[in-house]
C-alpha cells in the first residue's frame, strides 16, 4: 500500500488550498483514512478522518474550516483546508487504516508541507 500526499506549500493566511492523498489501491479497502499534522516541536495529531462508510470526523480546532472528502474513481482523499491561520502551519500526513483477517495494517503517505505565511 503506498500513500502519496501532495497539495502542500505557502500560503497566505485565509488561503484555502486542497491536500490530495491517492492509494495506490481502492480506498475502500480501508477501513479508515484521515489527516494527521505535526507542527514544529509538536506531536503529531489527528486533523480529520473518514470510515468506509462515510462518517466523517475532526479535531476541534478545524472544525468548520476543513472538509475531507473522497473520490473512489480515483482513489484519492481530500482535505479542503479554509481560512488558514499561521497555527495551521505543519507538515500533513495522510493515514490508512486496513484491517483484514491477518491482522491491522496502518499506512502512512510521506506528509505534504502547509506553511501559513504573508
Known amino acids: 500500500v503506498q500513500l502519496q500526499a501532495s497539495g502542500g506549500g505557502l500560503v497566505q493566511p485565509g488561503g484555502s488550498p486542497r491536500l490530495s492523498c491517492a492509494a495506490s489501491?481502492?480506498?475502500?479497502?480501508?477501513?479508515?483514512m484521515g489527516w494527521y499534522r505535526q507542527a514544529p516541536g509538536k506531536q503529531r495529531e489527528l486533523v480529520a478522518g473518514?470510515?468506509?462508510?462515510?462518517?466523517?470526523n475532526y479535531a476541534g480546532s478545524v472544525k468548520g474550516r476543513f472538509t475531507i472528502s473522497r473520490d473512489s474513481a480515483k482513489n484519492t482523499v481530500y482535505l479542503q483546508v479554509n481560512s488558514l491561520k499561521p497555527e495551521d502551519t505543519a507538515v500533513y500526513y495522510c493515514?490508512?487504516?486496513?484491517?483484514?483477517?491477518?491482522?491491522?495494517?496502518?499506512?502512512w503517505g510521506q506528509g505534504t508541507l502547509v506553511t501559513v505565511s504573508s
Open positions: 493515514n490508512a487504516i486496513q484491517i483484514t483477517p491477518t491482522g491491522k495494517g496502518d499506512y
Open positions: 489501491g481502492s480506498i475502500f479497502s480501508f477501513h479508515v
Open positions: 473518514i470510515t468506509r462508510g462515510g462518517k466523517t
